[in-house]
């Protein structure tokens, strides 16, 4: 068994939270380790769309709405601070964004989503609905069964891909140590600090912040906590590389910088099945040629199923668990647009361990409370 | 989910009409199976025997003798009734024996209850600096060329790399009065002692290693210059960008030859797309360098109802392939109760026989030309992925981030995710990985396979319904 | 930027000559042959396609459909493999350069 090696914080997952939260240590000048998994895992961020989002984001939630707004004002510097740092252009942009309904009844729908929701937005980034021909105006080329959309003109999105090397590379030259292959076992106290057991040796710091996302659960089992997360497929194709024919973001539908063409939103309740289903990938395509008849002759390149770390609210989670403290558990199905919040605020709050109100509502604690109710 | 099964259309769909999936389903079709057999060619014959009995040759002869065998295993085909889909692209396997074509630019669907997949071998990648230059080519291509359109190279052409077609198509070409202005041997002077051990074995398959003695000899008789023990191929290009000529290293000395085509060559490996995309079991095949699904004698796969015969299932060459089909299409019609097993077991043995004298060649051949080590594990500036242009150097890079194996590799720099879909490039990058983490090929495995197996359009996916289940 | 052919070809089986247009230019190609295989015969094109990540130029690599380095423009599709695609009397092919683009929205009602 190789030596116990002691750092400041141990990271347990190396996806997007995991990475984002590390980098933002390192930057305070803490000294961290990410364990991570080997080249086959459950990976979220594989699945990762690349939105920048907030249109649909706090529904019923107040303090989503912030959280989510001010990550998205953090946006443009952190996406500059990584360029400077790594020299990888994650392609940050923030054009606006759409939703688009196929059906009155999908309006209907959607519009009650943005009233919740822009109820607490403020004045200059409102969820709003649109006719279709508004939509028509920013996207040419829109088919005829394209009813509305919902649009918020502070969405936008980025390279997920992009992100998520730019943050490891990041994290490398700011000192982190990333271990893969290294995947974590338990959590106990060892001499006034913690000691993690992975495959591949131990692990021991006064602070351990887990962000294994669908492997949450484990490791909240040991501390006392319920289960904090379920997976929730989404199937994904991506296309071949088109030269730029789309200059904002669609929910369902976006070109990437490499100038792919990603579709996806079917939601599916599976378990830990990756395959992708034939009726996902059909009914995906048939959506797709329906808002943009344009792509019925663009070429399918891959499809996947990714899985989706979601609560029972949907809401992220940042809980330091309650007689472990120094122990952190994160989730959030929002990696990319909450990167700059889990790099600054949340790195702050591990490191300075107070936890600050904003992040109250996302305590573990309403997870309890829903059990009770 | 899993779509519910619609009636069957076929007791059996054969995919790869080249030697295993002809003799497979002419097999299973005279033990009255169903059967559809499909290849994305025009017609039967796969790459070995391709446009056999449709040559544009005036003069097939000069192919060889080993070609006219093709027209043998399409004359028996055609004595079954068998419903054939040539022209037709599989972008679609499922493990529920569901098979997506594409025939005309139309989808289709056929379903299955059994499958042999005789989807045969591909060329190994020959990652050298300047193999995308226009101009290179693999051996393979100039022998399809020859084939199927009566192509021969007018400008002056070098044949580099190892294994037995880098002499056949040499041979070939002697025969259609190409001058080939040298054969650029790679294979490493240690392989022939190493080789040597096997040797005996071989010997009972000796018409394979006579054939091989009388290439050479002939190329020799022909006063074609064969330069041996080659390292570090380079390929240059020239003023119009395309290959010009190329660099390589022999003995201690630096050499260069102009070429206006170059031919690579470092023998085939299984094409395992479909497997790999069924997430079918594969092992590690360290001699010959390359992954093959796992199956047991029949060629049948861990998944139920699934037969790999013939290269797919590991290199065996053309006439081991026969046998293995029809292997595979005896065990399958003993599956669906058309035969006992010992009926099967007494068809099988002949083939059984057979299979056991072609594989007594084949250690003696794997370990002669196996590939050279720079060749297997190229240099820094070398492309591995050619669609998505990732070097080898970046790669290395990315395992120096902690990259454990391929599939981080692709979200770190795009590797594989291209149009051929990690095909011309999933063996090397792993093996990039494994020299440089100094692990085992097995630990750092292969690239998850996505369908679409094939491209196809969303227009075609949406032309297809919605099954019931999944439409909610 | 003609060049040389680098392939010429055998005496023939008299199969039937067909005319292709390629880059503006034509072409004869005989039935039963692919694309590919006529372009690379006729020896019009140093190269079929510019990749879309560097601009690279490439041309036809494996004939057999697994490389995807002969992507060409055929009849107005873009990203076609030519080497998978039989030559027919009248065809057009144009060179693929970088990544497609998307076809042009359909006529908007005015």
Redesign the interface.
């Known amino acids: 068994m190789p030596q116990q090696t002691t750092r400041d914080v141990v990271i347990v997952g190396?996806g997007l939270i995991g990475a984002a939260v590390g980098f933002g240590l390192q930057r305070r000048g803490l000294s961290t380790v990410i364990l991570?998994e080997?080249?086959?895992a459950f990976?979220a961020?594989?699945g990762n769309f690349g939105l920048v989002w907030i249109q649909s984001k706090g529904s019923g939630s107040p303090d989503y709405v912030a959280w989510t707004r001010r990550a998205v004002d953090a946006w443009p510097d952190f996406a500059a601070e990584l360029a400077d740092l790594t020299g990888i252009d994650v392609g940050y942009r923030r054009p606006g964004g759409f939703h688009l309904c196929l059906s009155q009844a999908e309006v209907e729908q959607r519009g009650q989503m943005a009233q919740r929701v822009s109820r607490h937005q403020r004045e200059d980034g409102k969820t709003v609905m649109v006719d279709a021909a508004a939509v028509?105006e920013r996207v040419?080329?829109?088919g005829e069964a394209v009813v509305g959309a919902s649009y918020n003109p502070l969405d936008g999105d980025c390279s997920s891909?992009a992100l998520?090397?730019a943050l490891?590379?990041g994290y490398?030259r700011l000192g982190g140590t990333?271990?893969?292959?290294t995947a974590a076992r338990s959590i106990r106290t060892a001499g006034g600090a913690y000691r993690i057991e992975t495959d591949a040796g131990a692990f021991a710091a006064p602070k351990v912040v887990f962000a294994s996302g669908l492997g949450l659960n484990h490791f909240a089992a040991q501390v006392g906590l319920p289960p904090l997360v379920r997976a929730q497929k989404g199937q994904i194709?991506?296309?071949?590389?088109?030269?730029p024919?789309l200059d904002l973001p669609i929910s369902q539908i976006r070109q990437t910088p490499?100038?792919t063409v990603l579709?996806g939103d079917t939601k599916?309740e599976?378990g830990f099945?990756t395959?992708?289903?034939?009726?996902?990938?059909?009914?995906l395509?048939?959506r797709?040629?329906r808002a943009l008849?344009?792509?019925?002759?663009?070429?399918?390149?891959?499809?996947?199923g990714a899985l989706r770390v979601l609560t029972a609210d949907g809401l992220p989670l940042y809980e330091e668990a309650a007689g472990w403290p120094g122990v952190f558990f994160l989730t959030s199905h929002s990696g990319v647009t909450l990167a700059p919040a889990h790099a600054i605020a949340i790195a702050q709050w591990v490191a300075a361990g107070e936890m600050p109100d904003e992040l109250q509502a996302f305590s573990a604690t309403r997870v309890q409370a829903e059990k009770v109710a | 989910?899993?779509?519910p099964a619609p009636c069957p259309t076929h007791d059996l769909i054969v995919v790869g009409a080249g030697p295993a999936g002809m003799a497979a389903a002419e097999c299973a079709a005279g033990l009255g199976l169903s059967v559809a057999l499909v290849d994305e060619q025009p017609r039967p014959g796969g790459q070995i025997y391709r446009a056999t009995g449709a040559s544009p040759l005036a003069d097939a002869s000069i192919l060889g003798p080993d070609y006219q065998r093709g027209a043998a295993l399409v004359e028996a085909l055609s004595r079954h009734r068998i419903e054939c889909f040539y022209n037709a692209t599989v972008w679609?396997v499922?493990r529920d024996r569901?098979i997506?074509l594409l025939v005309q630019g139309q989808t289709r669907l056929l379903q299955g209850r059994a499958i042999i997949l005789a989807t045969g071998a591909m060329e190994r990648p020959v990652p050298i600096p300047g193999w995308t230059l226009p101009g290179v080519m693999t051996a393979g291509a100039g022998q399809i060329l020859l084939k199927s359109a009566g192509l021969m190279p007018s400008a002056s052409v070098v044949i580099a790399g190892s294994g037995p077609l880098l002499f056949l198509i040499a041979w070939q070409y002697v025969q259609a009065g190409v001058t080939i202005a040298a054969v650029v041997e790679t294979t490493p002077h240690g392989n022939y002692l190493r080789a040597l051990r096997h040797l005996g074995r071989a010997l009972k398959a000796n018409e394979y290693l006579r054939k091989g003695v009388a290439l050479i000899a002939g190329l020799k008789r022909a006063g074609i210059p064969i330069l041996r023990n080659a390292r570090h191929l380079r390929a240059e290009a020239g003023a119009d960008g395309r290959v010009a000529r190329l660099h390589f290293r022999t003995g201690n000395r630096d050499r260069s030859i102009e070429c206006g085509l170059l031919l690579l060559h470092q023998g085939v490996v299984p094409n395992t797309q479909i497997t790999r995309a069924l997430?079918c079991s594969h092992d590690w095949d360290a001699l010959q360098r390359c992954w093959r699904p796992r199956v047991n004698e029949w060629g049948a796969t861990d998944v139920p109802g699934l037969w790999v015969a013939g290269d797919g299932a590991g290199i065996a060459g053309a006439r081991a392939a026969e046998h293995s089909g029809r292997l595979a299409a005896l065990d399958a019609a003993r599956l669906l109760d058309r035969i006992q097993p010992s009926e099967r077991d007494e068809k099988a043995a002949p083939d059984k026989a057979a299979l056991a004298h072609h594989g007594a060649v084949r250690p003696f051949l794997d370990t002669l030309y196996a590939s050279a080590p720079d060749i297997l594990v190229p240099s820094d500036d070398t492309i591995l992925c050619r669609c998505e242009e990732v070097t080898a150097g970046d790669i290395r890079h990315f395992v120096a981030?902690?990259?454990?194996?391929?599939?981080?590799a692709k979200?770190?720099?795009?590797s594989g995710?291209?149009?051929c879909?990690g095909r011309l490039c999933g063996l090397t990058v792993a093996e990039v990985i494994a020299d440089a983490r100094g692990v085992p090929m097995e630990e750092?495995?292969y690239y998850?396979i996505?369908?679409?197996i094939k491209?196809?359009?969303?227009?075609q996916?949406?032309d297809?319904?919605?099954?019931q289940?999944?439409?909610e | 930027m003609p060049t040389g052919p680098q392939f010429q070809r055998l005496p023939d089986q008299n199969r039937a000559t067909v005319t292709l247009t390629v880059e503006g230019r034509t072409i004869e190609a005989k039935t039963g042959e692919t694309v590919a295989a006529a372009i690379l015969a006729a020896g019009l094109l140093s190269h079929t396609r510019t990749t879309?990540v560097l601009g690279a130029e490439r041309a036809p690599y494996c004939m057999m459909g697994v490389c995807f380095e002969c992507l060409m423009v055929i009849d107005g599709?873009p990203?076609r493999q030519a080497c998978m695609t039989l030559v027919q009397d009248g065809m057009n092919v144009e060179r693929q350069l970088?990544?497609?683009?998307?076809?042009?929205?359909?006529q908007?009602v005015a």
Request: proline residues 9%.
């Open positions: 190396g991570d080997g080249d086959v990976r961020a594989r028509r040419a080329g829109l891909l998520f090397r490891h590379e490398a990333y271990r893969p292959a194709i991506v296309t071949e590389r088109m030269r024919f490499d100038g579709i599916e599976v099945d395959a992708s289903t034939m009726g996902g990938m059909i009914e395509a048939q797709a040629v008849p344009r792509l019925a002759d663009t070429r399918i390149i891959r499809s996947w | 989910m899993s779509l679609q499922t569901e997506g997430d981030l902690g990259c454990q194996g391929p599939n981080q979200i770190f720099g795009r995710m291209g149009p879909q750092v495995g998850r996505r369908p679409p491209p196809i359009t969303l227009g996916l949406a297809l319904d919605i099954p289940e999944a439409a | 879309p599709e990203n970088g990544a497609r683009t998307a076809p042009a929205p359909a908007e």
